[in-house]
């Protein structure tokens, strides 16, 4: 499978990546992306993270071609 | 509607035009909020500030947003517009309305949009400060 990842804000900065994609033989968590994607074994807390512009929780299950975005609370208004 | 802006804009100005693209006649009560940028936050000089978004999951968001409060009450219509980019002291960042033909309605769904905007909108603020840049870790609560 071929994930596209995404990081925003402080998660940019920390992991030193925007945008990258990622492959696996097989079916990845969002957490097992996470590890993959940005090289770190923990995810920091209170990270956010969506499936196609949609919030999911960490143990939700990829599909091939999925976007998938990490990022910090959010902060707008 | 929902709207995007990298540039300042006059929450007033923006009320006027819109609500003349209601039916006229049709609402009894416009209740808005507009949010600005301080010049101060966690007790330190905060002089610019940028607001990062998630292109798509953004607009998407604010637009879920607006549909979820015409559910939940009789609205002629809704807006949100915010801002994205550098932002300086005492622009707006944000401005939610809700139009009714009573009150009630219009009061409940204005609150709504901000409160939810706040808790599920993809932004992220970074400010400066004298000691540097820094990102705004999580929103205040309505009355801090």
């Known amino acids: 499978m071929n994930i596209t990842v995404k ?3 402080s998660l940019r900065e920390q992991t030193g990546k925007s945008d990258s994609t990622i492959s696996s033989p097989e079916t990845l968590t969002v957490m097992q992306a996470w590890q993959q994607a940005s090289g770190l074994d923990e995810m920091p807390e209170n990270t956010l993270c969506a499936i196609n512009m949609e919030y999911v929780d960490a143990d939700a ?5 999925d976007e998938l975005a990490f ?7 | 509607m929902i709207e995007l802006r990298n540039s300042e ?8 035009e819109f609500q003349k693209t209601l039916s006229h006649g049709k ?6 909020f507009i949010g600005s940028m301080r010049d ?3 007790g330190d000089d905060v002089s610019q500030m940028t607001l990062e978004h998630y292109p798509g999951m953004t607009e998407k968001f604010l637009q879920k947003i607006c549909d979820e409060a015409n559910e939940k009450w009789p609205l002629l219509d809704c807006l949100i517009i915010h801002r994205v980019g ?5 622009d707006s960042i944000v401005l939610t309305a809700a139009w009714s033909a009573h009150r009630d309605a219009s009061f409940a769904a204005c609150r709504y949009l901000i409160e939810e905007l706040k808790h599920r909108a993809p932004f992220w603020k970074k400010e400066n400060t004298a000691d540097g840049e820094r990102w705004v870790s999580e929103n205040t609560k309505p009355n801090d």
Do not use: H, K, R, W
């Open chain 2, 9 to 16: 804009f006059d929450p007033l100005f923006e009320l006027a």
């Open chain 2, 27 to 32: 609402y009894g009560a416009c209740c808005n």
């Open chain 2, 86 to 90: 550098d932002i300086n002291p005492n």
């Open chain 1, 7 to 9: 990081f925003f804000a």
């Open chain 1, 71 to 77: 990022f910090p609370p959010v902060t707008g208004g």
């Open chain 1, 61 to 65: 299950m990829l599909s091939d071609g």
């Open chain 2, 40 to 42: 101060f936050n966690e």
